[in-house]
């Protein structure tokens, strides 16, 4: 059987690495916002080169907090992809704003810049850019827009650590930026962590109050804030991985190498451009029979994953919300796309195989 993902498999390189840095956390009396928490966060500011990052409980936090710290009117707007993963719609819902739902181009996937002025109104605050699958969206364009109408832009990089945009890396274009490192992230931790980087300096003090119960002097609080500090165990955690991330992302990209060049030209394939540096957290294809393709590859022993089924605005939690804005794109996406095992602990005949049974199909 190849799986579609193992994470035991995927983190077995790491365990040595891994017991050391649990030890010494352990022995050191030190468990929440500590010197692993800081480390990590200048070793990833560092890889991503912007100058803050600051360590959150998960992804999902990461979002509803950059959002927070720019204090946007409650019902004031926000631009988003129509095709996200919801947690993207939820960090909107969770600051009291309204998402507005921007297609995706069909080619990338990614929210298509050219749709996003005729979606903005004199309620719109800010745009979310989310770079799905690993594929950066097209920042320059997206930021032109938002200076020309005042928007704060941030990035969704949840899926895009080391990806990069015309040579520049995800989490430097927006204002504030969010990641994850769910533990299927290409950077993942052992449960849930988050971090958000930024190059403005005016952010800083106050994610890092938000983050901390509204606190930036013990037992004080000036801000309503919440308790979301990334774990000092899953940092050390995540130190250990950011040292093999290169390693990771050239592996995959390796493995979607394989795909690009020998799937039949009946699957849609990711576009590749040398405009982006793509880190493939997800390799996605589209066909119209998406379904019996799914069910074909696991009677052959292979499992794949569908990123999405359902498309935000039907998903019964969004009834009377995002239901009455018509995505007929990001449909076609959540109807025809499948994700291919593409794990750092795949092996080129683990993909060879796939490609052979697909190409059968």
């Avoid at 840095?21 to 200048?42: A, D, H, M, P, R």
């Avoid at 990209?253 to 493939?280: E, G, I, M, W």
Wanted: charged share 20%; aromatic share 10%; proline share 4%.
């Amino acid at each position: 059987m190849i799986e579609y993902e193992n994470l035991a498999l995927l983190n077995q390189p790491f365990f040595a690495e891994f017991e050391k840095e649990f030890s010494e956390t352990l022995k050191s009396g030190w468990y929440i916002l500590g010197n692993k928490v800081k480390n990590f966060e200048q070793e990833f500011a560092a890889l991503c080169q912007t100058k803050h990052c600051i360590g959150v409980a998960n992804g999902l936090d990461a979002l509803i907090i950059a959002l927070r710290a720019f204090d946007f009117p409650k019902g004031s707007e926000v631009l988003v992809p129509s095709n996200t993963y919801i947690a993207t719609i939820l960090s909107i819902l969770h600051n009291g704003l309204v998402p507005v739902l921007v297609e995706p181009s069909i080619d990338t996937y990614n929210m298509d810049a050219s749709l996003i002025e005729e979606k903005i109104t004199s309620k719109t605050c800010a745009i979310i850019a989310v770079h799905l699958y690993g594929k950066v969206c097209e920042m320059d364009a997206i930021n032109r827009i938002a200076e020309k109408h005042n928007l704060k832009v941030v990035e969704d990089c949840a899926q895009a650590h080391g990806a990069k945009f015309k040579n520049t890396l995800a989490g430097n274009f927006g204002h504030i930026n969010a990641f994850s490192f769910y533990p299927t992230k290409n950077l993942g931790a052992m449960g849930d962590a988050g971090a958000i980087t930024t190059n403005h300096e005016n952010y800083v003090a106050t994610i890092k109050g938000l983050r901390n119960y509204g606190s930036k002097e013990k037992y004080y609080n000036d801000l309503v804030g919440f308790n979301s500090r990334l774990d000092e165990i899953q940092a050390a955690f995540l130190s250990v991985k950011l040292k093999h991330l290169d390693k990771i992302t050239n592996h995959k990209r390796h493995l979607a190498q394989l795909y690009l060049t020998h799937l039949n030209s009946d699957f849609v394939k990711p576009v590749v451009h040398p405009d982006y540096f793509d880190v493939y957290h997800i390799f996605n294809i589209r066909h119209p029979k998406r379904d019996q393709l799914k069910a074909y590859l696991l009677q052959h022993d292979i499992k794949t994953d569908i990123h999405y089924p359902l498309a935000p605005n039907k998903q019964k939690a969004m009834i009377g919300i995002l239901d009455t804005q018509p995505t007929p794109i990001a449909q076609l996406i959540h109807q025809t796309t499948l994700s291919l095992p593409i794990s750092y602990y795949h092996t080129e005949n683990d993909i060879r195989r796939v490609i052979e049974v697909m190409n059968k199909f």
